[in-house]
């Protein structure tokens, strides 16, 4: 049986994984799991290999959340909507998988084994947190590897002898990545950086992108703008910079115990995620695929058949 106790197509046939941006519960659905809200989307899942996600909030039903942040968090009854949709690798690697402190990110950990979904950038102490997750579809290994670089003010990143979630250190990462091409036929970065609303990447990101592909990465994908940027074919790499916001709510949250509620409305960008789509024969490089998707008034999401998104994204 393969990693994902799959069915895996014969070997002349291409390997798919399908990855989306920013997955959150917080919102009127926080607890409130609806087995319904991926299935729009579910048949593209289930005909991928491997479909994955960074999960933006702890699946916990803690109540003491860490103070001096915006929260998020959603119900564990979720890991089995997920389950259910086919998606079946997260990167716990962001800004919020700690914002019910240790107990969230164990609680979320546990439900996700639970559930047979594998988890990657986020462990009990930073070698758990840095390690990479090692899969095998068919007869071939891809290694995940997770990251964030997101400042946060409240303990969120891991350490020595310290639980929380993978911090991104170049020349670490870039180790690592050599380290996995000896072991793994592809290699994928999942990266939680760049400038929240920005539609482009900062001259940083991009020297840092030249340098994993140089190291041996074969895809890097990134989220955390919560807004779309661009592909980039980089020499054999594929380069998502930021796949949007995949599901998101509109949320109130007090920024101090004695506020009052300020209210997070989604802007029309912020509703526009996209599923990318990488596939593989053997060849030296993946090719790549995109399905337009979007947050509808109701919260769920809807394949966007619109003709503009194509325009949209191509400039």
Request: net charge negative.
């Amino acid at each position: 049986m393969d990693f994902f106790g799959m069915n895996v197509r014969n070997e002349k046939q291409k390997l798919i994984i399908s990855a989306v941006g920013d997955v959150c519960y917080e919102g009127i659905l926080k607890d409130k799991p609806q087995k319904g809200i991926f299935s729009p989307i579910d048949h593209i899942f289930f005909a991928s290999d491997a479909v994955v996600a960074n999960l933006e909030n702890p699946l916990t039903s803690q109540e003491k959340k860490v103070s001096g942040k915006c929260t998020l968090r959603g119900n564990p009854g979720w890991v089995e909507v997920m389950k259910e949709a086919g998606i079946n690798l997260v990167s716990l690697a962001n800004n919020h998988m700690m914002d019910y402190g240790p107990e969230g990110l164990f609680d979320t950990m546990h439900c996700l084994d639970s559930a047979g979904i594998r988890h990657v950038g986020a462990g009990k102490n930073r070698e758990k947190a840095q390690a990479p997750l090692i899969v095998s579809i068919g007869n071939k290994k891809i290694a995940f590897l997770a990251r964030s670089s997101v400042i946060v003010s409240s303990p969120s990143y891991a350490g020595p002898s310290l639980s929380g979630v993978a911090f991104l250190d170049t020349g670490e990462l870039i180790d690592n990545v050599r380290r996995c091409t000896g072991v793994a036929d592809l290699v994928i970065v999942l990266l939680h950086w760049g400038l929240e609303e920005y539609s482009y990447p900062a001259p940083a990101q991009k020297l840092l992108v030249r340098k994993l592909v140089d190291a041996g990465a074969d895809a890097i994908i990134g989220h955390h703008p919560h807004v779309l940027q661009g592909l980039q074919r980089l020499d054999r790499a594929v380069v998502a910079y930021s796949l949007g916001n995949f599901l998101f709510d509109e949320f109130a949250w007090r920024p101090k115990s004695d506020d009052k509620e300020v209210m997070l409305h989604l802007s029309e960008s912020n509703r526009k995620g996209m599923i990318l789509q990488l596939s593989w024969n053997g060849a030296k490089s993946l090719e790549c695929s995109q399905v337009f998707t979007r947050i509808d008034s109701g919260g769920h999401i809807v394949i966007d058949n619109d003709p503009d998104r194509e325009k949209e994204f191509a400039t």
